[in-house]
């Protein structure tokens, strides 16, 4: 595998253009812009900011034309989405009794090794829950794999040489923020990882959220409904034991240390990661090499800034 | 009485560079925990606050300080509230209302402007205010020609930031929309959420009516009017989703009476309402004591209550705690829930005026258009 990039968002002020040349990257790029859904494909601020010419791959598009063609694969497709969205509900009511009896036990007072215990045991069964809700995501997508044999299929299959063949003729991939969902999702009918071909990758927001190992959800001040943060679903694993947070100054409560406290213990091992504006997460091969403007969130309740 | 008025009296009258000091220094009125202290400096044969709060006296005397011109009155005010205000100053016999001289703190609405006391703990939603982050959407205009009400209507036309005509969009049409535009931020506030992933991108029609207090208040051919004219045109002109759950109605005051009226003549066409204030006048028995004004407001609202059916799926209903509507606001809720109608309901430290309906527009839009905050990393 080579080497993964995780930006920032790159609305306003991007921070693209330095990265790739950092990297010594040159043309002709790829980008997957899937997340945009309709807005696909329209890349002249991206093309600006590079002043070099980017080819967009139309994931989604295509994605749509393969479900127009197969159409037993989009009632496949379809029924599987569903049963994703009621596993999710289901998860999410256990989630927030989870989450609450965590809150508490972190913002209560009393004897020391009595809480220690019962905080432990607390994050112990958020991890269950989190872990158990991956498995049983996974299970679904492995039996949909079987049901529909997705690389098999002559539309994915067709798709998928067509994008290759665009990669292929590529130094490097761009893939954009957006909607998460649809962006995992469109990039796992048409191959998943494989469609980046060991190409430099270099990925933002929710881009860089399909890339771990584990997706979660955030939001610490919804206008409406909790504010759990929820695992989703787990990503393309080119990076693995990381939990990516873009917008995490707008999104999270990070001065509450109660909450950063829950949040770096119930995903530990893995990292969480801060992704806003102007950070730059590189790793190799997986393994995390360097990092700036991005701070992770400590056991302790405080942040670190990354750097090595 | 403020802290900063009892210093500057705490040792008998203040000379002039006292009062000159105390009024450079001060910003009024004068907010504390407790309530706030409204201050006036200068000659006058009387001064009365006057404030429109539902409970309070309409008009309230300043006092005047012994042998100074100023002239002050505590009120006390809960935490969180905001009361606009004007001051009736009396001199050589003639009385007049004006603004306080010594607040710089305005809202406009379409009679004018009053002054603004903001009490103790209120903070202006920042989401109302411009964010330089936030991509604009823009407004166009859009002529109906109307045969319901005659001649030619105008709206302005909302479309989000990156409007794109490949794709279809909820839709929300809101009386006095223009009102909204101008002493609501309601352009703002779209652009604002929008931005945020708070509330979907989605396409507003501002509505205004030359004579609203007729055409509002529960009147058929207004509702055919949106129904059958305009909701035909945006449907020719934009790409609407065009089902119920993402069709809605927005309005204030007698707008509110308009939006019900609309959806209840209408079932099953709009299935989102945000109701702000309405002015959902009913009598059980007897007479109302609204006014003339409100007979048609009143005939329709005791038909509704008689038979409310079903009009929407989801609503979202604020009101001022202030407001003399405050009790046919709350009356109506059990009405809606009573038919499995999804309803918000929130209730203000705030009166009937536009900035209260600004403050509400965050809750109502995301409760009715939820956007895709949880989904979405730009």
């Not at chain 1, 998860?91 to 009794?97: F, I, S």
């Not at chain 1, 069964?125 to 995501?137: E, F, K, S, T, V």
Request: net charge neutral; glycine share 8%.
């Amino acid at each position: 595998m080579s080497s993964v990039s995780l930006l920032g968002p790159q609305f306003r002020t991007p921070n693209l253009r330095g990265v790739v040349a950092a990297l010594g990257l040159q043309g002709p790029f790829v980008s997957i812009s899937a997340g945009w859904q309709e807005r696909e494909g329209e890349l002249d601020e991206l093309r600006a900011h590079l002043d070099a010419d980017v080819h967009d791959l139309r994931i989604y598009e295509r994605s749509e034309r393969v479900f127009e063609q197969d159409t037993v694969l989009r009632g496949e497709h379809r029924q599987r989405q569903s049963d994703l969205q009621e596993m999710r509900e289901l998860y999410q009511l256990q989630l927030t009794h989870a989450k609450d009896t965590a809150r508490e036990l972190f913002e209560r007072d009393g004897s020391p090794a009595l809480l220690r215990r019962a905080r432990r045991q607390a994050i112990a069964a958020l991890h269950r829950l989190d872990h158990a809700h991956l498995a049983a995501i996974s299970t679904i997508h492995r039996e949909f794999a079987a049901r529909t044999n997705l690389p098999d299929r002559p539309a994915v299959a067709s798709a998928a040489a067509q994008i290759g063949r665009y990669v292929q003729q590529a130094n490097a991939v761009f893939i954009a923020g957006g909607h998460v969902a649809v962006l995992l999702n469109r990039l796992r009918l048409l191959g998943g990882a494989a469609l980046f071909a060991d190409k430099p990758v270099v990925a933002w927001s929710a881009g860089a959220m399909a890339l771990t190992d584990v997706v979660a959800l955030f939001h610490d001040s919804p206008p409406q409904g909790r504010s759990n943060v929820e695992v989703f679903d787990a990503g393309l694993c080119l990076v693995n034991r990381v939990i990516v947070l873009p917008h995490a100054a707008t999104r999270l409560h990070l001065d509450d240390a109660a909450r950063v406290r829950i949040l770096a213990r119930r995903f530990a091992p893995a990292r969480c990661l801060t992704l806003d504006t102007g950070a730059e997460l590189q790793f190799s091969d997986g393994h995390f090499l360097s990092g700036t403007g991005s701070r992770r969130l400590r056991r302790d309740g405080s942040l670190a800034e990354v750097d090595t | 009485m403020h802290a900063a008025l009892r210093a500057l009296t705490a040792h008998g009258t203040p000379d002039e560079a006292a009062i000159v000091s105390f009024l450079r220094a001060s910003k009024f009125p004068l907010i504390a925990a407790d309530g706030v202290t409204f201050v006036y400096s200068g000659d006058a044969e009387s001064v009365h606050l006057r404030c429109w709060i539902s409970g309070l006296a309409a008009a309230q005397p300043l006092e005047r300080i012994d042998g100074t011109s100023l002239w002050a009155r505590h009120l006390e005010l809960p935490p969180g509230s905001r009361l606009e205000y004007k001051f009736e100053r009396r001199t050589q016999g003639k009385s007049e209302l004006i603004l306080d001289p010594l607040n710089p703190v305005q809202a406009a609405d379409p009679f004018g402007a009053n002054s603004v006391c903001q009490a103790y703990g209120y903070v202006r939603p920042d989401w109302t205010l411009d964010d330089p982050q936030a991509r604009h959407g823009t407004l166009e205009e859009l002529q109906v020609s109307s045969t319901a009400l005659g001649g030619q209507r105008r709206a302005l036309v909302y479309l989000p930031a990156r409007f794109r005509r490949t794709r279809r969009y909820p839709l929300l049409i809101v009386h006095d929309g223009e009102d909204y535009l101008r002493f609501a931020s309601l352009r703002t506030v779209l652009d604002n959420l929008i931005h945020r992933l708070e509330i979907a991108p989605l396409i507003v029609a501002c509505t205004h009516s030359p004579d609203r207090l007729r055409e509002y208040a529960g009147y058929e051919p207004h509702a055919r009017f949106i129904v059958e004219e305009l909701l035909q045109s945006l449907r020719v002109q934009f790409p609407l989703e065009d089902t119920p759950d993402t069709r809605g109605l927005m309005g204030a005051s007698f707008g509110g009476v308009a939006s019900l009226y609309t959806a209840w003549r209408y079932p099953g066409m709009f299935g989102r309402l945000l109701l702000q204030s309405g002015s959902f006048a009913f009598s059980d028995f007897g007479e109302h004591k609204r006014g003339a004004v409100f007979d048609p407001v009143v005939k329709f609202v005791n038909q509704f209550r008689a038979a409310p059916g079903l009009p929407t799926e989801r609503a979202y209903v604020s009101c001022g705690i202030y407001e003399s509507l405050i009790y046919e606001n709350r009356s109506i809720l059990p009405l809606l829930r009573d038919r499995g109608i999804e309803v918000r309901y929130e209730e203000a430290r705030d009166a009937h005026n536009w900035e209260n309906w600004r403050d509400r527009q965050r809750a109502g839009l995301s409760w009715l258009f939820p956007g895709p905050l949880w989904m979405v990393y730009e």
